[in-house]
């Protein structure tokens, strides 16, 4: 009695600060700069793509990230450098590891890969007893101009190692430290399991992904391959595999995430696997269908922080926020790209025994909130909502379903834009519409609409909405579901619709 008191009053008092429709307000527009997050990672200037070389260390989360130096599209691939001591807030450090002339004709870029601490000096790279040593595996990608074009001739995999916690590196002199005489053979991603380095690395055309293991992450051996399972409609890119906690008992199991599965194979996207993993072999449990990590268009190329502390068992993933097939065109102004909010992993059983990927964000709590519970009447007469913060901000919503019919949020809501989010209470699923978000006409392939399936819980559904200038990501269910979309309205209103006649 006492909650439900409690739930009309919060309405009632959002509803005092709420205006309508017919308020004639001055409302500003988008400026070019106005796309940058306020609470997501982007770049200060320039192109970036995937996180690289996630790892914590001595209270630093370090976020490496495929960067071009030169422009703010794709080419010159080198990793920038950023760190954190909260996640939440990042300071940018200088560029870690640049791309670089061979003695042939060739380049090398710095493609997609893992940084360890190498805390037992296996590798030898630094002064005895040294427990600080960090070392990436990154894919050497060499290219060549051949008949007036730049081309790929090679990929493997190569090391580079440094003292000062990221600060400055050097390139390994015997590099590479991985060629399987393949041009197609990136993203290695390594880790310390049972007293070995393991590493899994994409056979990208093959969708499979080898693994080996090294004990001084120079000489690997192969161990085993996994792959043609799962959505093989894209290419495989950056591989993880990591131990991921199930909820509620003691027990762990093995995750596999793959970059690029797609129900749509016009886009890229992520799917995973769980299963077991020996030490040599990762065997995936029995699986319907594809599973995958986001329902959005705009979550890619996500890794895991190695060498978090052991008080920290659930693992932590960030991935890059946008999608290949338009991510060179999208319409932000001196900088293109940004990173997804890091995500804390566990499994969750459903009554038949599978596991599902549960992601909670680890997200800024100076963020600007609003938590409101809604019922079926409240969603018929609807609410307006104004954001304090204009197009940065958290919703934290709770439906009770009940009675309740198809409802939908509209974000980022002004006279002549809105993302809308809605609900089917038949069908259970929640769709998420750009086609009228704002800017959409820089690629015929942004208009879209995204769906999930987001059965109710205990007769709820909660949604935890993060909106963040350029991007909507939507965790349902305490993490059961979770899209990311990239948006660019042109208002900046901070207004949320929210009701079933909308
Ligand atoms: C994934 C990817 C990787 C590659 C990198 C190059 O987004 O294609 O496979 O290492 O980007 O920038």
Known sequence: MMHKLLTSLTIIALLATCTTKEEKTQVPDVEPGDYR?????????NWTNDPNGLVYLDGEYHLFYQYNPEADTWGHMSWAHAVSEDLKTWEELPLALAEYQNADSTETMIFSGSVVVDSLNTSGFFEPGFKKGMVAIYTSHVHQEIDGKDQ??????????SADKGRSWKYFDKNPVLDIGMKDFRDPSVFWYEGMWKMVVAKPKEYAVQIYESSDLKKWTRLSEFGRMGDMAKIWECPSLFKVPVEGNEEEKWVMLISSAAEDTEFTGMQYFVGSFDGKRFQADRQKGVRRVDYGKDFYAAIPFNNLPANQPKPIILGWASNWVYAGKTPTTGYRGMFSLP?????RPDSSGVYHLIQQPVFKDKISTKTLTMKAPDLKAGVVLKMDAGNSYRLNLTIELDEAENFSVKLLNNEMEESVLAYDVVTNKLTLDRTKSGKVDFHEKFPSVESMIVPPRNGELKLDIFVDNSIVEIFANDGAAVLTDLVYPTKKKGEVAIGTNL
């Open 152 to 161: 790929g001739v090679a990929q493997h995999q190569s090391l580079a190692y």
């Open 343 to 347: 995500r804390q992993l566990s499994l």
């Open 37 to 45: 997050p306020a609470y997501h990672y982007a770049p200060p200037q």
